[in-house]
């Protein structure tokens, strides 16, 4: 089993920044993927960011305010988020996608952690 657990999400005013990080644990071969999706109220979740290997895709909205980054040896990733807008509040996910001891592949998600863009 592989668990995912984000932090890092919490008040900000607009412009503000705020990083989030997310850890996987247990019991795997290998996480080829890692990447970051938002939920706000009302709405489907959606793709933020993603990280495989070296290379990082952005969503449109974040492009040029948030930074997608991950550590291998610590199997963590990271979203830095600046100049924030209300409209970047929701619930972030983490998920990361691999190799399983069975050599299964795998999805898993993160609990999930709120932040909120508010004045």
């Known amino acids: 089993q592989v668990h995912l657990v984000e932090s890092g999400g919490g008040l900000v005013q607009p412009g503000g920044s705020l990083r989030l990080s997310c850890v996987a644990s247990?019991?795997?071969?290998?996480?080829?993927?890692m990447g970051w999706y938002r939920q706000a109220p009302g709405k489907e979740r959606e793709l933020v960011a993603l990280?495989?290997?070296?290379?990082?895709n952005y969503e449109e909205p974040v492009k040029g305010r948030f930074t997608i980054s991950g550590d291998n040896a610590k199997n963590m990733v990271y979203l830095q988020m600046n100049n924030l807008k209300p409209e970047d509040t929701a619930v972030y996910y983490c998920?990361?996608?691999?190799?399983?001891?069975?050599?299964?592949?795998?999805?898993?998600w993160g609990q999930g952690t709120q932040v909120t863009v508010s004045s």
């Open positions: 990280i495989v290997g070296s290379t990082t």
């Open positions: 247990g019991s795997f071969l290998s996480i080829t993927a």
């Open positions: 998920k990361a996608g691999g190799r399983g001891v069975h050599w299964n592949l795998f999805d898993t």
